[in-house]
Every structure is written in C-alpha cells, then in structure tokens.
C-alpha cells in the first residue's frame, strides 16, 4: 500500500491509542493489517503476466487493407506486466455469457464471431493468449465473474488503446483513442446470436461448442434459452440506441448510452405505463390502447424492472400476436423518444495519460477528479459498458445508499447490487497514475526538425497556450487544469455539452428527493435532468459494497477502497478554469456547456481530432471550416474523409483519410459538425476576445512541428 495511505491508517489507530479509545485502536490496527496484506497480495497478482510482447500480435491481409507484424511499444511509464494487467483487468462489464461468446459464430459463416480477423474488422486490437488471457480475446476483452457465472465484458483497454501503423510496423498506444465500431460490434453480436438461435446447424454446433467448455452449462437446453435471451437482450439494447447520426470508427455517444441505461433501471411499473399510454405517431394518434398496454406489462413487477423484464416489454410491443401492438420500428423509435433519449452526439474516445492528474474530466468538465469523484465516474462508465444491474426497491430502514442518495425519507428505496468491481476500478484508477504520455519515435516516424518546433513553440505560447498547458510529462506532482471555454465562443459542434445538460426522463424513486449541485440543493422532479439522476445513481454504487462477496470480504474491500480514493487521491476540490457561463439557481448545469482544453502530451497519437472526432489530422485542424462566401482556391477543413485505417500519416499527423473502404464521415447534421477551434486560421478569438491573424502556410508546418514534440 502506498506510504500515505499507510501513514494516515496507521496515525488514525494512533491517535485512537493516544486517548485510550482502546478497542477502536484495536480493530484500526486490524484492518490496517488486513489492507496491507490485501494490498500487497493485489500488487505481487497484478505481475503475474509477463508476456515480453503484452500479447500483441501481427495481423495479415487485414482489414481495410491493412497488414503490420507484431506491435511493438514506446516508453509510456508501464512494463509488460503493468500492461496486460490493464488490458485484462475486469471492472464489472458482463456484456454476455463468457461461454457463449467464445462458442459463438459469426452470421454469415461457421468462423467464430471471435475470429482474430472479425475483431480487427470492428477495428479491436487482436491478442494471443497469455496468462490473464488464456482465450486470446482481443484488448479489453475480459472474463467476468458475477454471482457464480462467467461473462465476457469490456475493459477500460477496450475503448481507450490504440495503435499506429507505418510502413507494415505498428505502434500500440497504451491510454490512446481506440479506433473501435462499438455499435457495429454489436449489431453483429445481434446477427450472430440471432442466426445461432433461428438456423438449426449453427444452433447444433455452438451448443456443441459452449458446452465442451465444460464450465457454465450442463445440459443444451440452457445454451439454447441463452441464446434466446441475450439475442433479445441486445436487440433491445441496440433499438434504445438507436441513433440517425451514425458514429463509424473512433466514435461513441456514450453519455447518451450511459445516460439510457441509467433512465431503464429507475423505472418502475407505474411510470412505464404512463409513459407507454403518451406515446404519439405521426399524425397525433396514440400509439398504444389502454388495454394494450396492460397486456404488454402483464406480469411484470411493480417495482423496478430489471434487464429480462424490459426483454419481454420490447418483444410484446413488437409482437403481433392476438391483442399486442405489433410496433414497427419506426413507431418503436418514437416510443423510445418518450422514454429515452436519442444517443445522437458521439464522441472521440478521450486518452487517459494524465487523466489522474487532472482536476476536471470529460469533454465537458463533468466529472470534478477530488476526493471520490473518479471513483463515481469510473462506476458511471461501467453502467455504460454493461454493468449488471440488479437494482431493487427495498422497505424502509437506514442504509448508506439511501442516505447519500437522497432517499432517506422515501417510503421504500432503491437498493444499487451490481457486478460493479469498485475495488478494480480503484486500483485501475490508481495504474493509470503511472502512465505517461507517447514521444514521439523519431526512429520510425522520422525526425523532428528542432529548429522549426522552435518557432513553432514561440506560435505555442502566442496560439494554444491559453488554454492547453505545457506540462512535464512525467512529473510526479504535475496538475493538468481543465480549460473550459463556452460551445457559443469555442464554435464547434455543441451536441454534446448540450445533450449532456438538456436531455431529462422520468426520476423513479428519485422524484421527490433533495439532490446536490454547485449551486444547493435541488429537488427532482418527476421529470428531471439525467445528469442529476445519473450523479445519484453512481453515489448509490459507490457506497454499495460488491454484491457476491461474503460479508467480511465485502466489507474490507469497500474500506480498502474508499480509504485509498480518499487518501491515494492529490486532487482538491477547486472552482473550474476558463470562459464559461455560471451555474446558477434557475439554471444549476449552465457550467457543462462547455468543452474542456487541456494538456496536449501525445497528442500527435490521438486522431482523429476535435471532440467529436470531425477533423481527420493536426494539419487540418489548423485550417479554417470552408463557409458560404470563402473563395475556392484555399485550403479548408475536409468536409468528408474516410475513417478507419491506422495508417499514419507524419506529415500532416493523424491517419490516412482516403484510398480504401471505411466510413465515410461526412460533416453537416448536429453531431457531426467540423467548425469551430479556429484560432490558427483567425476567426475563433482567444480567451481575452482577441483574434490573431491567420497564420501562413509555413507558420503552420513549424506549429505542427512543435506539436509532434509534446
């Protein structure tokens, strides 16, 4: 355990020796023992895998294209152990049976879903097997273990490792921006679990399959049911998030997910069918009969409606059978309208080199990093990748969840059990501290011509400075200070901070409940903010020990926990920095419509750029946005590229943008917007509302230069 974290346990029992508070003393040095040695068996574990390759593996005749041989890795702070530890480590995500995933083929064909090439196709790094990952799934791939069953789930490697490729060499970027189709994974997961389900030689083989593994099930009966309910189970998922704005490569709305996940499992009976009875089409009608209705939720509970009882919902609003609704898709979107929100402003994975040594995290400077707070943010990612829920109303009495979450006064509560792993996530949170920013290899990109990054650096200070910080990358005490500058003067695409602050739904057991802000305290509504219901909910699981532990085990590893989020942790709480519009008592979330600058070590391995990822490289970056009246002949951001390669381009630094078949991102509808952030071509003004000139060409190569330095 850390010399801090130990001191201050340790100057605790002390202090309760010094005043003779002798059986509190007694049980603090107890536990201080029990956390060393929890501690130290969790350290010597995490470098039990030492593969010298992290498990990276070459790829031939690729996707897109693409061949590279084995990855090879740069000086970011981490060895072999450190970063397969990383990769492999589970957080609670139990996306599907783990059985099932690795017995699974694809639709189309008997390849396994799996299959090295189908992963890199979604553009997911394939691994070969090593110690913490016996099967060879790909990075962030892991096996979670909740309740006694396995499952396959998401790392935090999954959406936050990337990789470089020049010239057939890759570079993997530990914390760098996966270049990932989440949602076109997982449309393919519903095709594969829907063809296994409906064509009888598929089904024969994967039940064949799942059960030589000889782990989780017994007869094929119980593989054949799975099949069925996690087909529906991701269908649904899939309908709810549905989104006109199509992400491709790179790309995730994942507050807009994180945020659906959160509305479905506050929800009780009542609420849904009040919701389902208000539903519209397109000419004013409603699109469901009271009786309707009834027979839909027949036999559901009237508390909170968990994941197989939601399944069921959405397969009888679709069914046509006698008496149900037979809702077309279209009409099952407008549904989700009234219930959800539409996930329509996705955004670049954020790299997390620093990410510890910030004082506010997220595009939109949501998350303050003092005291618990990564520790909330963490448990809020994992709900987004899948996390579950088995959230239940409980009768009256004390507990810490309740409390905290406001509900100390409601008649019954909700009650937050979860595969969520808080002890990972600290310790995952506390890994992250020793990563470091990529340099960039001179040796395999070419060198950096010194004297152009010298007046690119004077351009720095002039430029960028004001609102990205130079900070010693491998300081030990550096702070990274979030820059916040309001969507109205920034100018790029504000679906995001706007989505984040505007989008509400139905509060379930939090109507009623007096909930925190930065401004005082406010009272939910029936129909409140998501970002409010989603600060309660994660309060909730924070102080929710881990569900399938015995109860001494349990209560250790939550203490453990807490004690190194609240000691291990430098950040304080502080007001936020930057251009930004106040919150305030009529408007308590004013402050998030905003996007964060911040430091930009790395940054040359991070495109593609701009927060919703709508500018393919540096160079263009540094372009103007091409408006009405700008003549032909100049040079303008691309308003279409293609997305998906990982070939590097070191010129103008970020990835190749044409020549093969990936998606095609097209700038133009909300979501997708490429303006804004133009300070190198004069028409964004700085933070003191001066607008410099444009630079020249060559001001901008020396800039661009400079940038391949940090």
């Keep these: 355990m850390p ?65 590279y041989s084995t990855p090879i890795y740069l000086d970011q702070g981490w060895e072999p152990a450190d970063t397969l530890w990383y990769y492999n480590t589970t957080q609670g995500s139990a996306l599907l049976p783990y059985d099932l995933f690795i017995a699974l083929e694809q639709a189309d064909s008997d390849t396994l879903f799996r299959d090295d090439h189908n992963m890199d196709r979604y553009r997911y790094l394939p691994q070969k097997p090593t110690f913490f990952n016996p099967d060879g799934l790909p990075v962030g791939f892991a096996r979670e273990n909740y309740k006694g069953k396995d499952y396959m789930g998401f790392t935090c490697a999954a959406c936050h490792t990337g990789q470089i490729n020049y010239k057939g060499k890759a ?3 530990d914390g760098g921006p996966a270049m990932a189709d989440m949602t076109g994974f997982l449309a393919g997961l519903e095709k594969a ?12 083989r994967v039940v064949e399959r799942a059960l030589a593994l000889d782990n989780d099930y017994r007869t094929p009966r119980e593989v054949i049911d799975d099949l069925d309910r996690w087909a529906e189970q991701i269908r649904t998922y899939n309908t709810v998030n549905h989104s006109h704005v199509d992400y491709g490569y790179a790309r995730l709305d994942a507050f ?109 400077g949501l998350a303050n990093n003092a005291e618990l707070g990564p520790l909330g943010r963490n448990v809020g990612e994992v709900i987004g990748v899948f996390a579950k829920l088995d959230w239940e109303v409980k009768e009256p009495g004390f507990s810490l969840s309740g409390y905290l979450t406001g509900q100390k006064n409601k008649r019954e509560r909700i009650a937050f059990e979860s595969s969520i792993d808080l002890v990972n996530l600290q310790r995952l949170e506390a890994h992250l501290g020793h990563l470091e920013s990529p340099q960039w290899p001179e040796e395999i990109l070419g060198a950096i011509d010194r004297e152009r990054a010298a007046r690119g650096q004077r351009l720095y200070a002039r430029y960028c400075q004001s609102c990205h910080q130079v900070v010693q990358p491998d300081a030990w005490d550096r702070l990274v200070v979030a820059k916040m500058t309001d969507i109205e003067q920034l100018g790029t695409d504000p679906a995001a901070a706007r989505n984040g602050v505007e989008y509400k739904g139905q509060a379930g057991n939090f109507k009623n409940t007096y909930q925190k802000t930065a401004v005082g305290p406010l009272v939910l509504e029936e129909t409140a903010p ?23 085990r349990r209560g250790l590893d939550w203490l453990y926990t807490l004690g190194l989020s609240l000691f291990e942790n430098d950040i304080e709480y502080s007001v936020k920095a930057g251009n930004y519009r106040p919150d305030t008592t009529a408007r308590p979330y004013d402050s998030l419509l905003a996007y964060k600058g911040r430091s930009l070590n790395g940054i040359w391995a991070t495109a593609p750029y701009l927060h919703n990822g709508s500018v393919p490289t540096l160079y263009d ?28 381009d070191p010129i103008k630094v970020g990835f190749k943008t044409e020549g093969y078949e990936g998606f095609r991102f097209t700038s133009g509808r909300r979501g997708d917007g490429n303006g804004g952030h133009e300070y190198a071509a004069g028409r964004t003004p700085q933070p003191n509302g001066e607008v410099l000139p444009a630079l020249s060409a060559e001001q901008r190569m020396d800039l661009l230069e400079y940038l391949k330095t940090l």
């Design 530 to 552: 998501v970002v409010q219901i989603l600060t309660s909910v994660t309060k909730g699981a924070v102080s929710t020990p881990d569900a399938d532990k015995n109860p001494l």
């Design 171 to 173: 570079i993997r970027i």
């Design 3 to 67: 010399f801090p974290v130990l001191f201050k346990l340790g100057l605790m029992a002390l202090l309760a020796v010094r005043y003779r508070l002798k059986f509190i003393a007694l049980i603090g040095c107890i536990i201080l023992a029990l956390l060393a040695v929890t501690f130290a068996a969790g350290k010597i574990y995490q470098h039990l895998d030492r593969d010298p390759d992290r498990g990276a593996i070459g790829i031939e005749d690729g996707a897109l294209g693409e061949s």
């Design 193 to 204: 679990l829907v063809a296994a389900r409906d064509e009888a030689p598929k089904q024969e």
């Design 256 to 364: 807009g997910r994180i945020y659906n996940r959160v509305l479905q499992h506050v929800l009780n009976r009542d609420q849904l069918a009040k919701l389902l009875l208000r539903a519209t089409g397109p000419t004013g009608d409603l699109l469901l009969t009271r009786a309707e209705v009834e027979q839909v939720l027949e036999g559901v509970d009237p508390t909170l409606i968990d994941d197989e009882a939601f399944n069921r919902i959405v397969t009888r609003l679709q069914s046509s059978e006698s008496g149900l609704p037979g809702l077309s898709q279209r009409d099952m979107l407008r549904l989700r309208n009234q219930i959800f929100n539409e996930p329509n402003a996705p955004v670049s994975y954020p790299f997390l080199w620093d990410i510890t040594h910030s004082d506010y995290v997220q595009w939109n």
């Design 621 to 648: 970056l540094l372009l103007p946005k091409k408006r009405e009246g700008d003549p032909e002949e100049g040079e303008y951001r691309p308003d279409h590229f293609q997305v998906g390669s990982r070939e590097f």
